[in-house]
């Protein structure tokens, strides 16, 4: 389990992180969701205990990582945001070094065998690291991580700059990491964490935005109510026909995409999802939709929407 | 400590420093070994000695150079202070493994003895005592290289400072006899004979063995070593 108690840092006067408390779980996965510049390294160095905090605490399975940095650390795999990786070593005398340097105490050859296997570099572990595509070196950083089978992962970005593929593999394999250790992911798509994460803590400017389950959050960003379509047809009429829906909040078309082909940039009340009624009132007036798809969401609209929130439900409390 | 000591020893020889330290070192010392000895017929090995103590204050900051700035500018050193190890362990490793390399170079000494002892008698006692002052003056001069590669993520930075400062440790020396010739200075000049290391490290050449020298330049390997440790800790709490 991890808990951060009031956590701050300060570089000069710049607040990097501003009093940030959460715990996380045995066995949960923890996103870290923020644009760059949040602090979500600055928060993961803390937590790993690469560098000091101004002020707060950190306990990792009920240890001070300040008090007692040796026995916190020995609980803590941490990939950084930037992999350690020397670039002179084999993938396999590399991993050697951080078996040797957290003193671990499995059985040397079947553990190694464990983690090459388990982020699929089995076949690059006689190959120098500098010569390794940048998910391969990716997922040697992981490794290095999961070597000694510490009970918490703490991984910084880790699918940044990787192709969709190596995405999707990372992502897969963090899943399975979730179902015996406790992790702490960080990364600035939505999406990512979404699919990775069961709780997600949204961080802005060095401070929490929001402290929520993967799933609540979905809700709260859900994007089905605005949605965008390309359809062929008579402009003014369905304009008309999708105004006179239910629940709709706006409909406009400003681009004549293709000749007779606008694109509508339509808004429902939230919670109500239309994408049907366009499709049947295409079928009904033989219109033809061409493409359809929901507005994305982007984080800085998440944070807005979420810090709007707030500010209504404050005024609610204000109000009782 | 020896998972990092182990690694470094592997560096040294795979980024090829190790034996570009090595063979500058046999190459220079070994070109004063046949010039005053094998071609003076002479068996007195004290001038090779010191050869070895001013080459050492130039090649050894090409050892100590890469040890912390490498693992600064590539971001590594994230990966050992989150290790579950002591500050210590790490900076006494890396420490050790230089060391290691210096003394190879310095046993050389060694085989310039044997071939001497073909051609007549060697003072091996002083020979050995020689080599346990070179050894030591090493230990200190790579504390200290060792802190300026700690200060900086930049290699060539390191090394120019690394040979700045061992020279300033020379040049003390120099200072010392400048100030002799001022009576009233007397105080200081006692004050820089006791930093000098040149002084100090002569002694051993002549023959003598003097253990408050010894002390001395072990402590100056502690105090840096601890200044080392000082630094990382510095950083992380600023
Ligand atoms: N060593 C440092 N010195 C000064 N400012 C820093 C330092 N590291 C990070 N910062 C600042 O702290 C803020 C948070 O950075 P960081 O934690 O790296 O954000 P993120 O990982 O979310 O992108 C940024 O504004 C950054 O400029
Ligand atoms: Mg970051």
């Known amino acids: 389990m991890i808990e951060v108690r009031n956590l701050t840092k300060h570089y000069g006067d710049k607040k990097a992180v501003n009093d940030i408390s959460f715990t996380v779980e045995d066995g949960e996965i923890l996103g870290f969701l923020g644009p760059n510049g ?22 990792i399975n009920g240890t001070d990582i300040l008090e007692d940095p040796i026995k916190a650390k020995a609980c803590i795999g941490y990939l950084p945001e930037i992999p350690p990786l020397y670039l002179d070593m084999t993938v396999k005398s590399y991993l050697n070094f951080v078996f040797d340097l957290k003193k671990c105490k499995l059985p040397r050859r079947s553990h190694l065998r464990d983690v090459l296997k388990l982020c699929k570099i089995d076949d690059v572990e006689n190959r120098l690291i500098k010569n390794l595509s940048k998910g391969y070196k990716q997922r040697v950083g992981l490794a290095q991580a999961l070597i000694g089978n510490p009970p918490v992962l703490i991984l910084d970005e880790p699918t940044v700059g990787l192709d969709p593929k190596q995405m999707v593999e990372i992502r897969t394999l963090i899943k399975k ?11 600035h798509i939505l999406s990512e964490i979404q699919m990775v994460c069961d709780r997600v803590i949204i961080i802005n400017h060095g401070v929490v935005a929001a402290n929520d389950t993967a799933t609540r959050l979905s809700e709260k960003v859900s994007t089905d109510h605005r949605i965008i379509v390309r359809m062929e047809g008579e402009r003014v009429a369905i304009l008309q026909a999708i105004r006179a829906l239910d629940g709709i909040k706006y409909v406009r078309a400003d681009m004549e995409r293709e000749p007779g082909i606008w694109e509508y940039e339509i808004e429902a009340e939230p919670g109500r999802d239309i994408r049907r009624d366009i499709n049947r009132l295409a079928r009904e007036n033989e219109w033809n939709i061409l493409m359809l798809k929901t507005m994305e969401m982007t984080l800085e609209d998440i944070f807005l929407k979420i810090t709007m929130g707030e500010h209504i ?7 009782k | 400590m020896g998972a990092i000591y182990r690694r470094e020893i592997g560096a040294f020889f795979t980024s090829s420093i190790a034996y570009v330290f090595l063979s500058v070192f046999y190459i220079i010392t070994g070109f004063f070994f046949f010039l005053v000895n094998l071609g003076n017929s002479s068996a007195d090995l004290s001038f090779v000695c010191l050869t070895m103590f001013i080459i050492s204050i130039l090649l050894i900051p090409l050892l100590t150079m890469r040890l912390f700035s490498e693992e600064k500018k590539q971001r590594t050193e994230q990966g050992l202070l989150t290790a579950p190890v002591p500050l210590t362990s790490i900076v006494l490793g890396k420490y050790f493994a230089a060391l290691t390399v210096y003394a190879i170079a310095a046993s050389i000494m060694f085989l310039y003895g044997v071939m001497l002892s073909l051609f007549g008698t060697v003072a091996w006692l002083t020979l050995l005592s020689n080599f346990i002052a070179l050894l030591f003056v090493g230990a200190a001069f790579i504390a200290v290289g060792l802190f300026i590669s700690a200060l900086t993520e930049n290699q060539v ?8 400062s061992l020279l ?9 006899s400048l100030v002799g010739n001022y009576a009233s200075l007397g105080w200081l000049q006692s004050i820089l004979n006791f930093l000098s290391f040149y002084s100090r490290y002569y002694e051993f050449t002549c023959g003598i063995f003097n253990l408050s020298s010894v002390l001395f330049f072990v402590s100056v390997a502690v ?12 950083r992380r709490w600023s």
């Open chain 2, 223 to 234: 105090l840096f070593n601890f200044f080392t440790v000082r630094v990382f800790e510095k």
């Open chain 2, 168 to 176: 300033a440790f020379l040049l003390v020396h120099f200072a010392a």
């Open chain 1, 313 to 319: 439900e404050l005024g609610k409390g204000a109000a």
């Open chain 1, 177 to 187: 990491l979730g179902k015996n250790h406790t992790v702490i992911l960080s990364s």
């Open chain 2, 157 to 164: 930075v390191a090394a120019i400072g690394g040979v700045a």
């Open chain 1, 38 to 59: 949040a602090g979500k390294s600055t928060t993961m160095n803390m937590l790993t205990g690469y560098i000091s905090s101004t002020s707060g605490q950190v306990l």
